[in-house]
């Protein structure tokens, strides 16, 4: 008979306590981490989650899956996509074009910023950010989409609604653009997570404007 406080992992269908099947799903073989959220799900069923992820998004001109928080600077860069706008502008050549800034500051992400009780009360006070004048991404307010990221700023959460705009990835120390983005055209900076950037290995924003943050609530 099989032992009540034991379970069948079905990555690796090995046997395992119940209470520690999760601490085994960590380093177990049959699951793998998806690239956008970090959830660990069954290695046959990775390419389902990745189509559904909530952390990405699809370009509708190569059609792959790519971080949400980049898909502009994706599509900027992706030729399948420039030529299905060119398509779309032919088409439409009798409408009002939209601009390139129009559609990039529609993108709008639900982040989490982290800040002491005092700098709190300054926040609510104002009813807006005050940017760091220096950082690892140089000026602006920093704020992540993973709430554990924000935590380890300050007791005090502010979940926010961000205006995202033209965003630039840095994805690794002594980027050319790591402190100097702000003046070439960007209005985020973006380290995605486990690159090296930071200790905790967890994703980060940096905003240029204050105003393009909207705050939710404070949790």
């Known amino acids: 008979d099989e032992c009540p406080q034991a379970c069948k992992c079905p990555g690796c269908l090995q046997h395992v306590a119940k209470d520690g099947l999760l601490a085994h799903k ?14 660990r799900v069954l290695r046959g069923e990775l390419a389902a989650h990745v189509a559904f992820c909530p952390e990405a998004a ?8 790519v971080d ?19 398509d779309r502008e032919h088409c439409m050549s009798l409408s009002k074009p939209t601009t390139r800034a129009a559609q990039t500051d529609g993108m709008k992400i639900v982040m989490y910023h982290g800040t002491s009780s005092s700098n709190a009360e300054s926040i609510k006070r104002d009813c807006a950010f005050r940017p760091s004048v220096d950082g690892m991404l140089g000026r602006g307010v920093y704020l992540s989409k993973d709430i554990n990221k924000a935590k380890a700023y300050g007791s005090v959460i502010f979940r926010c609604l961000v205006r995202v705009g033209r965003v630039k990835k840095i994805d690794r120390q002594g980027h ?23 200790a905790s290995g967890l994703e980060e924003s940096c905003i240029l404007d204050p105003k393009r943050i909207q705050i939710l609530s404070t949790l």
């Open 176 to 198: 050319p653009l790591q402190k100097t983005w702000q003046t070439s055209g960007y209005d985020t900076a973006w380290v995605p997570p486990r690159c090296g950037m930071n």
């Open 58 to 65: 699809t370009c509708g001109g190569c059609h792959h899956r």
């Open 26 to 39: 960590s380093t177990c073989r049959g699951f793998e981490a998806c690239r956008f959220c970090d959830i």
């Open 68 to 86: 949400k928080l980049i898909l502009r600077e994706h599509q900027h860069q992706c030729v399948d996509w420039q030529r299905l706008l060119a």
